[in-house]
T-cell receptor
């Protein structure tokens, strides 16, 4: 069964600080990995999408890394802002599957 | 704005009733996937429609059914609602297995 595990489940950081979220997956064969930001009660919004050959991708203050050999990804948030408070979901797509495999998400709370 | 719209945004239903949720996909997209997201959980795949045909289904009972129309918009129907059906229902549109864009979701509460 394809699985996506995220850690930590939640974290609290002070405004201006950095944080790193982790994603481990067992999805195979691998096609791409996506990080989404989901505000409470809203639909997920794409931050980054990475294929097998990409090991880092940035979107503003968000930087995602991918190690396809160890099947691990991370999302680094730099200089956090209050608006970064949200759930961050790791999503993996298998090249022989029609659906996406979602992690449970990491809830980030940024405090002033 | 992702170009994917869902309606209604919120609704409350009574156990045993039926509900229809709607999704308008982004222009140019031919694939719509539906997900159920319980509070504090990641989205769970319900089913996917590709060019008006069901293209795959998750572990949901037959009382969850759907349609995709020629304009690629879609409906999710749930019969005989149960309390556990209370969740955020997300629709995602894509061009085949390309990048998926999500709507804002429909919050369903079953009482």
């Amino acid at each position: 069964k394809n699985q996506v595990e995220q850690s930590p489940q939640s974290l609290i950081i002070l405004e201006g600080k950095n944080c790193t979220l982790q994603c481990n997956y067992t999805v195979s064969p691998f096609s791409n990995l996506r990080w989404y930001k989901q505000d409470t009660g809203r639909g997920p919004v794409s931050l980054t999408i990475m294929t097998f050959s990409e090991n880092t991708k940035s979107n503003g203050r968000y930087t995602a890394t991918l190690d396809a050999d160890t099947k691990q990804s991370s999302l680094h948030i730099t200089a956090s802002q209050l608006s970064d408070s949200a759930s961050y979901i790791c999503v993996v797509h298998s090249s022989n599957d029609y659906k996406l495999s979602f992690g449970a998400g990491t809830t980030v709370t940024v405090r002033a | 704005e992702t170009g994917v719209t869902q309606s209604p945004t919120h609704l409350i239903k009574t156990r045993g009733q039926q509900v229809t949720l709607r999704c308008s996909s982004q222009s140019g997209h031919n694939t719509v996937s539906w997900y159920q997201q319980a509070l504090g959980q990641g989205p769970q795949f319900i089913f996917q429609y590709y060019r008006e045909e069901e293209n795959g289904r998750g572990n949901f009972p037959p009382r969850f059914s759907g349609l995709q129309f020629p304009n690629y918009s879609s409906e999710l129907n749930v019969n005989a609602l149960e309390l556990d059906d209370s969740a955020l229902y997300l629709c995602a549109s894509s061009l085949g297995v390309g990048e998926a864009f999500f709507g804002q979701g429909t919050r369903l509460t079953v009482v």
